[in-house]
């Protein structure tokens, strides 16, 4: 279940998952955020969409082009520059080792009282993620 | 698939929905309301051409998604305006604001317009005197000792008021200053 809490963390991967979407295919504001809905990302709202989109466009990460629609004004379509094409695959290198690392972290079972301070717990669970050589 | 078709498979320019396609002069008058919001909040702190493309692509979503939530319900997931127009000045907000400077000035002015009258009504009222057919005044009003009289002082049948005082001026002049944030203007920023 996506709640309150998870929204903060998803704004921050908002980003990349824009760019991963666009990578896919060319699509127009509120169309990414069907497609974001179709993920199960209810809760990112359409006011966190539009103007992400729109600094992808200004860092020059998106291009875009004005597509004529017979339900109203010309929907901008946007699309992924070269640059980025760069970007997405930093942000999914970058994304990838922020998993890796906190997976056996929180793969650890979670005491029920911490540890007093100058001891070490122990780690004996494996880790949960195992990175996937590129 | 072509890069340009949309999730319904349908092209660019089509839609698959089955709400009317244009909608009613009261949603179109929301819809301009909220727009004009927006853009009113994005004043001076980007350009003109970007504000008006940002106007442009919001009237889309939103006829794209009134089709599927209704203009109200469109709107409603757009949030406050306000907040939404910040979302688009994120790390850019460095502008001159010279609407809201202009817009402070007039609110000071209007302000201290408002208490020269108050001021002068009361005075004049307070001291109101009958001479003949004649109405003669008594008052006298100073901002500050030194700052010039906002009203003139003495007997007299009519009077002057100088609300442009230097006190006023000064404080008209800081209210355009601290609207527009004038220490953002770089002679040669566009």
């Known amino acids: ?134 | 698939m072509s890069p340009a078709a949309d999730q319904s498979g349908t092209t660019p320019g089509t839609t698959a929905s089955t709400m009317p396609d244009t909608p009613g002069l009261r949603d179109r008058l929301r819809a301009r309301w909220f727009v004009w919001r927006v853009d009113a909040s994005l004043d001076g702190r980007m350009p003109r051409r970007r504000r008006r493309e940002i106007r442009r692509e919001l009237r889309a979503n939103l006829a794209a998604s009134a089709q599927d939530h209704g203009m109200r319900g469109a709107i409603e997931r757009l949030g406050h305006p306000t907040t939404l127009a910040r979302g688009y000045v994120e790390g850019t907000d460095q502008r001159v604001r010279w609407r809201t400077g202009v817009l402070a000035a007039l609110g000071t002015f209007t302000v201290l317009y408002l208490l020269t009258l108050f001021f002068l009504v009361a005075f004049s009222l307070g001291a109101t005197e009958v001479a003949g057919s004649e109405v003669s005044f008594s008052y006298a009003y100073e901002v500050a000792p030194g700052w010039g009289p906002l009203v003139g002082a003495g007997e007299q049948t009519s009077f002057e008021v100088l609300l442009l005082s230097p006190f006023h001026l000064i404080l008209i002049a800081l209210a355009w200053v601290l609207g527009a944030r004038i220490w953002r203007w770089r002679p040669a920023a566009r």
């Open chain 1, 1 to 134: 279940m996506t709640t309150a809490h998870d929204v903060q963390m998803l704004k921050g991967a908002l980003r990349l998952a824009l760019l991963r979407l666009l990578a896919e295919r060319e699509s127009y504001g509120y169309e990414l955020v069907l497609r974001l809905h179709d993920l199960g990302l209810v809760d990112v709202a359409e006011g966190s969409v539009y103007p992400a989109i729109t600094r992808l466009e200004r860092d020059g990460l998106a291009s875009s082009r004005l597509v004529p629609s017979s339900s109203g004004p010309a929907r901008k379509y946007y699309h992924l520059t070269e640059a980025g094409t760069v970007a997405l695959r930093d942000a999914t290198a970058a994304w990838h080792h922020l998993v890796d690392a906190l997976a056996p972290l929180l793969a650890r079972e979670i005491p029920a009282e911490p540890a007093p301070p100058g001891t070490t717990p122990t780690d004996d669970t494996p880790p949960a993620h195992e990175a996937v050589p590129s």
